[in-house]
């Protein structure tokens, strides 16, 4: 239901686009939270930004002014634009949505769908 793209590997201070295709019919998301969230190798999986139906953005602290999500809503699709990226955003990348009012106290737990992710990889 939830696929991702868009990954790959870049040198420090280098940009990526990540993209979350959610459609269940065309041009239209069903859920009212979409997520990214990333984990690394022997770490817990994180919360990177989430976005709501009404528009709401959350941000982690670690990327807060690097990345911007945004959603094209006719494409279903979600987008993680990625600058500035350091060795220590390299991860697996995963989308995420769920049916309720996500907020930055939300844990990966709280969503029920999830792609199969995608390895961003940050070299120094």
């Known amino acids: 239901q939830m696929v991702e793209s868009g990954g790959g590997s870049v040198q420090a201070g280098g940009s990526l686009r990540l993209s979350c295709s959610a459609a269940v019919r065309r041009g239209y998301i069903p859920y009212y939270c979409m997520a990214w969230f990333r984990q690394a190798p022997g770490k817990e999986r994180e919360a990177v930004g989430m976005i709501r139906g009404d528009g709401v953005t959350t941000y982690a602290d670690s990327v807060l002014g690097r990345f911007t999500l945004s959603k094209d809503n006719p494409k279903a699709t979600l987008y993680l634009q990625m600058n500035s990226l350091k060795p220590e955003d390299t991860a697996m990348y995963y989308c995420?949505?769920?049916?309720?009012?996500?907020?930055?106290?939300?844990?990966?737990?709280?969503?029920?769908?999830w792609g199969q992710g995608t390895q961003v990889t940050v070299s120094s």
């Open positions: 995420a949505a769920g049916y309720f009012a996500c907020s930055s106290a939300s844990s990966s737990t709280d969503f029920a769908v």
